[in-house]
C-alpha cells in the first residue's frame, strides 16, 4: 500500500499533529494502527509510568520485611523482595484471569495489575549497590538511577561504563567526574557540560579533545586555558590554585562568574556529535534518528527519549527509556537488553520478544499478550497458559473487542488497540515521574485535573548540622562528617522532591578530598533539579540560525572567522530544542563548526 503524509487531531491536547510516510511504513511493519495521540502526548503518557529517582521504604507483601522499592505505599501495589520475585516460591500463573468480553481489555489489565506482586527494584546483576533502581550491572554504586555499568558511582543517574563519577547525569565511558552532564569519555572533570574525549577539565563546555581547560567554551584541541584564554602549563597551575575551588564560598563566585561566561558564546542547534540524519537534541554516535532526545548510538529511531544504554538500539518509534541492543519497539519504556518485537510494554526486559500489553515480563518470555510479571513463559493471556493456536486465536478477538469496547478514561479519551497504557492507571504518583520533570504541574493543579499526587513521607530529622553550619573549606572537614544529617538548604521550599535532609558517606568524603571539593549544601535530589537547569526541554522549536555576519544577533558574540554568507544574517532554519526564549545564543551547524572546528 502506497503511504501520504496524513494530517490528525490530537484526542488528548486537541492540537494538529502530522503522521509521516515512514510512520505508516513502521506501523505497518509492526502491524498496529496509526495512533490517536501526538507524539508529545504519548510521550507524556509513557513519562508518567515512570518514576525515575524515587526510592521508599516499606514492607514486603511476602516477608512482612521492611524493603526499599520505586513503588510508595499508596500505589496499592504489591510489592516482593528482589530475590523471593525471582524465585520458586511463587507462580504468577497462579494469579491467571479469564479474559471476559463484556468488559473492557484495560480495566481487566488494571485488576491484574494490582494483584500480580511486583519487584521490589529493577537492578540486574547488582553488586554492593542495595540503594539503585533501573540499574543493569552496577557494582558499589550508591543512589544510582537509569544506568548500565556503573562502578563506584554515587547520585547520578543515565551512568553508562563509568567509574568514580558523583552527581552526574547522562555520562558515558567517564572517569573521576563530578557535577557533569552529557560527557562522553571524559575524566579528572568537574562541573563541566556537553564534552567529550577531555580531561583534567573544570568549568568547560562544548569542547572536545581538551585537556586542561578552566571556564572554557567551545574549544577544540586546546589545552592551558582558562576562559578561553591560552596559559602556559605554569600559568595555568598557579592561576587554578589562586581560584581556592576547594572553599564552598569561592567555587559558588566562580560557578556564577561561569555560567555567566558561557552565555556569550553560540550553542550548536543540536548537541551531539559523530551524526548522520538526525534531529532532536543530546544525540551521539547515531544514523538516521529524528526527533528524539537523548540517545546514544541509536539507528532508525524516531521519537524516543532516553535510549542511551550501549550497545546501541535501532528500528523503533515512540520508545523512553533503556536501551542495550533493542530492536523493532514501539510505544514502551523502561524495556531493553535485546527486547524484540514488542508494543505497548512496561519494564520488560531480557530478549523478550513478540509481547503486548505486559508488565514486567522478562527472562526469554515471548508470545505474551497482557500479562504481569511472567518469565520464561510463553503463550499467555492475562497470565493464562493457552496452546499455541489458542492463544493466536484469543489475541486476534481480544484485539477486535479492544476496538469494540474501547476503554473511555476520565477526559474522555479513547482507549482501542495501538493506545498505550491510560495514564490514570498508573501506579505513580505525576510528581515522581519523569512527566513533572518536562511538563511540571503544581500540586494544586494536579489535584483539580484529577491526577495522582504522592505527598512526601513525613521526615522528622535531628538535624547535626543546620544551615549554614557546614566547614567552608574541605581540607578543614573532619572525619566524624559522616554519617552526620545535614540539613538541605532548601528546606523541603522547592519543586525537586526535596528530602529536607542528606549525608556524606566515607567513599562521597574521600572522592571530595581527592578531587578538592566542598561538601554540597544541598540534597541529592535537589542537586540532580539544579544541574538538570542545563538541560533543554524536549520539544522542538522552529528557528532561525542567530549569527548575524561579523557577530551573533543580540551582539554578544563576536565571530572568530568569515562564514560563508559573509557579513550578512545566515538565512538557515531548523528544529532545536532550545526555545527562543532561553538565553543561549543558538547557531546552524555550518556556522557553529566554523566557530568551533
Not at 526510592?55 to 499508596?74: H, N, V
Not at 540517545?295 to 536501551?323: A, I
Not at 578543614?476 to 554519617?483: H, M, R
Not at 561579523?550 to 532545536?576: I, M, R, V
Request: charge should be neutral.
Amino acid at each position: 500500500m502506497e503511504y501520504k503524509n496524513e494530517n490528525k487531531i490530537c484526542q488528548n491536547c486537541k492540537k494538529d499533529f502530522v503522521i509521516e510516510v515512514e510512520d505508516f511504513n513502521f506501523y505497518e511493519k509492526m502491524r498496529v494502527p496509526s495512533p490517536t495521540f501526538c507524539s508529545l502526548c504519548r510521550m507524556k503518557r509513557r513519562f508518567v509510568w515512570r518514576n525515575e529517582r524515587m526510592l521508599y521504604k516499606r514492607k514486603s507483601d511476602f516477608t512482612g520485611d521492611e524493603i526499599f522499592t520505586a513503588f510508595s505505599p499508596e500505589s496499592n501495589i504489591k510489592i516482593y523482595e528482589k530475590d523471593i520475585w525471582l524465585g520458586d516460591k511463587w507462580d504468577p500463573l497462579d494469579y491467571a484471569m479469564e479474559y471476559d468480553f463484556n468488559r473492557p481489555f484495560f480495566t481487566q489489565f488494571f485488576e491484574l495489575m494490582q494483584k500480580v506482586p511486583f519487584k521490589s527494584l529493577n537492578v540486574q546483576n547488582g553488586v554492593g549497590s542495595p540503594y539503585v533502581n533501573n540499574v543493569t550491572d552496577p557494582k558499589n554504586s550508591y543512589l544510582v538511577f537509569n544506568s548500565s555499568n556503573p562502578e563506584d558511582c554515587m547520585y547520578g543517574h543515565a551512568i553508562n561504563f563509568c567509574k568514580w563519577c558523583v552527581d552526574v547525569s547522562h555520562v558515558s565511558k567517564c572517569e573521576n567526574c563530578y557535577e557533569g552532564f552529557w560527557l562522553t569519555q571524559c575524566s579528572n572533570s568537574s562541573f563541566c557540560s556537553q564534552c567529550e574525549n577531555s580531561f583534567n577539565m573544570m568549568f568547560s563546555k562544548n569542547c572536545f579533545s581538551c585537556q586542561d581547560c578552566f571556564g572554557c567554551v567551545n574549544l577544540n584541541k586546546k589545552s592551558y586555558c582558562i576562559f578561553n584564554v591560552q596559559y602556559s602549563r605554569e600559568e595555568y597551575l598557579e592561576k587554578i590554585k589562586s581560584f581556592n575551588l576547594g572553599s564552598y564560598e569561592s567555587l559558588q563566585k566562580i560557578k556564577k562568574e561561569v555560567f555567566d561566561f558561557w552565555m556569550k558564546f553560540p550553542n550548536k542547534f543540536l548537541q551531539g556529535t559523530q551524526n548522520t540524519n538526525v534531529s532532536g537534541n543530546y544525540i551521539d554516535h547515531s544514523k538516521n534518528v529524528k526527533k528524539s532526545f537523548l540517545v546514544r548510538e541509536g539507528q532508525n529511531l524516531k521519537y524516543c527519549q532516553y535510549v542511551q544504554e550501549l550497545p546501541g538500539s535501532k528500528d523503533c518509534m515512540d520508545y523512553s527509556v533503556w536501551g542495550d541492543n533493542n530492536q523493532l519497539v514501539y510505544e514502551c519504556h523502561s524495556c531493553g537488553i535485546g527486547t524484540q518485537n514488542i508494543k505497548f510494554c512496561v519494564l520488560c526486559q531480557e530478549n523478550v520478544h513478540d509481547l503486548e500489553y505486559c508488565l514486567f515480563c522478562l527472562g526469554g518470555s515471548e508470545n505474551l499478550f497482557g500479562c504481569v510479571g511472567l518469565r520464561k513463559k510463553s503463550y499467555c493471556i492475562l497470565n493464562k497458559q493457552y496452546t499455541k493456536e489458542e492463544y493466536f486465536k484469543m489475541v486476534e478477538k481480544i484485539k477486535k473487542h479492544m476496538d469494540d469496547m474501547p476503554y473511555i478514561d476520565k477526559k474522555c479519551s479513547v482507549y482501542k488497540y495501538g493506545e498505550f497504557f491510560p495514564s490514570d492507571m498508573t501506579p505513580h504518583g505525576y510528581n515522581e515521574t519523569l512527566a513533572q520533570e518536562y511538563f511540571p504541574l503544581t500540586k494544586s493543579t494536579a489535584l483539580a485535573q484529577d491526577i495522582k499526587w504522592v505527598e512526601p513521607p513525613e521526615r522528622e530529622y535531628t538535624f547535626d548540622f543546620k544551615v549554614g553550619a557546614l566547614t567552608d573549606d574541605i581540607k578543614d572537614v573532619d572525619d566524624n562528617i559522616v554519617g552526620k544529617v545535614i540539613e538541605c538548604e532548601h528546606m523541603g521550599k522547592c519543586d525537586h522532591l526535596c528530602t529536607t535532609a542528606f549525608r556524606i558517606i566515607s567513599d562521597e568524603l574521600t572522592f571530595y578530598r581527592k578531587m578538592n571539593l566542598p561538601l554540597p549544601r544541598i540534597c541529592p535530589n535537589c542537586r540532580t533539579f539544579e544541574r538538570l537547569k542545563q538541560r533543554t526541554g524536549i520539544e522542538l522549536y522552529k528557528r532561525s540560525c542567530d549569527c548575524g555576519g561579523e557577530n551573533s544577533k543580540n551582539a554578544k558574540y563576536k565571530n572568530t572567522t568569515t562564514h560563508s554568507h559573509l557579513g550578512e544574517p545566515c538565512p538557515n532554519e531548523f528544529d532545536t530544542s532550545y526555545s527562543s526564549d532561553r538565553r543561549e545564543i543558538v547557531y546552524c551547524e555550518k556556522c557553529y563548526q566554523q566557530e568551533v572546528y
